[in-house]
């Protein structure tokens, strides 16, 4: 075997090594510090909790890795058995987040995003609020279907292609000021409109239907999650453009034209292109008119009334399926492929599915054990805070932790403390895990609170300054519209 030509990894920093032995050590703290009143069992996964948290927060190890724990300590410490460890690995919904991976990589492998940037881009105009406005409304469009992290990937290098068009004036290093933040913060904000969208929502959805076997279907939570990207994604450009970076330069006629040139080399939508896009809107579609809708003089029938059995995971993988049998034609393609090659598929990110079997298996383990009731027992002095207030303090907590911690993590740790919080004081825990999942998405101030900050702020593009100057506002903006969006239709959609 030839030797690799990669550069070995950087040995781990003194503060990874100590976090390293901080994890073990704050398990065995935790247990021991427990009161006796709680069951041996329940200290034991309060104690594998706080290991947990710690090597996520810190990063000690790989987060993928970090989540295999309980599948080794909860039956060595006589907390689950094996199976009963391992059956969160294989929820339904992380197989719904797989088949949206396996979509993303599709359409990433035909190019089609480029397609769409350029498409809305020429459009909506080359004046520079309008084509920040192109790039954002892009941006969140793909967002929706394709995780936070391979937008962002994707579109940031078609930003800087833009904003090198507008020559090196001030108003045009404003203009690429924005343009990059605006794929980052809109790339977290077209994340929540969708239940594939950020690995929050799907860990919000399954939390949900593991510990009360009630389903929210993709409908369900576009319901709710679309009409609050569509309020704060408007206001987030107004903010960058008008309030955050004010003056900017447009594209001259001439840079026009290239970008005219580049959408012409595309060539015209067929092939492979064209019907990974046919299976992309067909799949979005089944999500869509899964369940019926009742709109009280008018049903509109659902596939369930067809196939009572069908589910979202069902549709998604059913889609990802499609992508392997479906080929070019002999003539367009040669070698002849299918639309999606396993060499393609290899490149997802599977540490995300095992991070979501590892936070689900943690709250299994959590409620099993009684570990959830006693901590509900001691939110119970937050009883009697008024709703808004309650929800907009959860919100800035959970923004807040996100800004310094993976925001799947964050997710993961938070949904079984917050069902505890909402059963204690007497407040739907829908509600208030719902507000947490989106909440969870609104880190926008530092370069390491979201995947997408820390793509665009890697290009060189920007300064930390412009970045928490502009993400501390949209902070502020972003759980005011959280708190109040959800309010507004939480009792309409899933009441």
């Not at 904003?163 to 994340?191: C, N």
């Not at 805070?385 to 959860?394: A, V």
């Amino acid at each position: 075997m030839p030797a690799s030509t990669e550069a070995p990894p950087p040995p781990p920093s003194r503060v990874h090594r100590l976090s390293r032995w901080a994890g073990p050590l704050g398990y065995g703290a935790a247990f021991l510090l427990a009161p006796k009143s709680l069951p041996p069992e329940a200290r034991h996964v309060l104690g594998v909790a706080v290991w947990m948290v710690v090597w996520w927060v810190t990063e000690a190890v790989p987060l993928a890795a970090t989540s295999l724990l309980p599948l080794t300590l909860f039956p060595l410490l006589g907390v689950a058995s094996p199976q009963a460890a391992a059956a969160p690995y294989a929820h339904q919904l992380i197989f719904l987040f797989l088949a949206g991976f396996l979509l993303a990589a599709a359409l990433q492998a035909w190019n089609a995003h480029t397609r769409i940037a350029y498409a809305i881009v020429s459009r909506i105009g080359f004046e520079g609020r309008r084509v920040v406005l192109g790039i954002m409304l892009a941006t969140a469009f793909l967002s929706m279907w394709i995780s936070n992290t391979a937008t962002a990937a994707m579109m940031y290098p078609i930003a800087l292609a833009i904003g090198a068009l507008l020559g090196q004036s001030k108003e045009a290093h404003t203009t690429r000021t924005a343009l990059m933040l605006g794929v980052a913060y809109a790339a977290s904000i077209g994340g929540m409109a969708t239940l594939i969208g950020t690995p929050p929502n799907l860990i919000f959805s399954a939390f949900v239907e593991q510990s009360t076997g009630r389903t929210i279907g993709f409908g369900q939570f576009m319901a709710v999650g679309l009409p609050t990207a569509v309020v704060l994604l408007p206001l987030c450009w107004i903010l960058l453009v008008y309030v955050a970076f004010r003056h900017h330069a447009s594209i001259p006629a001439e840079a026009e034209e290239v970008i005219a040139r580049r959408r012409t080399a595309l060539g015209e939508l067929r092939g492979g292109e064209a019907k990974t896009l046919a299976v992309f809107t067909l799949t979005a579609a089944a999500w869509l008119l899964r369940a019926p809708k009742d709109f009280g003089v008018v049903r509109v029938p659902g596939l369930t009334d067809l196939a009572p059995g069908i589910s979202d995971a069902t549709i998604g993988i059913a889609g990802a399926v499609l992508l392997f049998l479906l080929h070019t034609a002999p003539l367009e393609e040669r070698p002849r492929r299918p639309l999606l090659t396993w060499e393609e598929a290899r490149t997802i990110p599977w540490g995300v599915l095992l991070l979501f079997g590892g936070g689900l298996s943690l709250a299994a383990a959590m409620e099993s054990t009684g570990l959830t009731s006693w901590i509900g027992q001691h939110l119970e002095i937050l009883r009697g805070l008024p709703t808004p207030l309650l929800l907009l303090g959860l919100a800035i907590t959970v923004l807040a932790l996100g800004e310094l911690a993976s925001n799947t993590a964050l997710a993961a740790m938070a949904m079984p403390l917050v069902a505890s919080l909402a059963v204690s004081i007497g407040q739907p825990p829908l509600l208030l895990l719902l507000v947490t999942a989106l909440a969870a998405s609104t880190g926008f101030a530092l370069p390491i609170a979201t995947p997408p900050n820390a793509i665009v702020f890697g290009s060189g593009q920007l300064r930390v300054r412009d970045m928490v100057r502009a993400g501390l506002m949209l902070d502020v903006v972003a759980v005011i519209v959280v708190v109040v969006v959800v309010s507004l239709l939480f009792p309409i959609i899933l009441g």
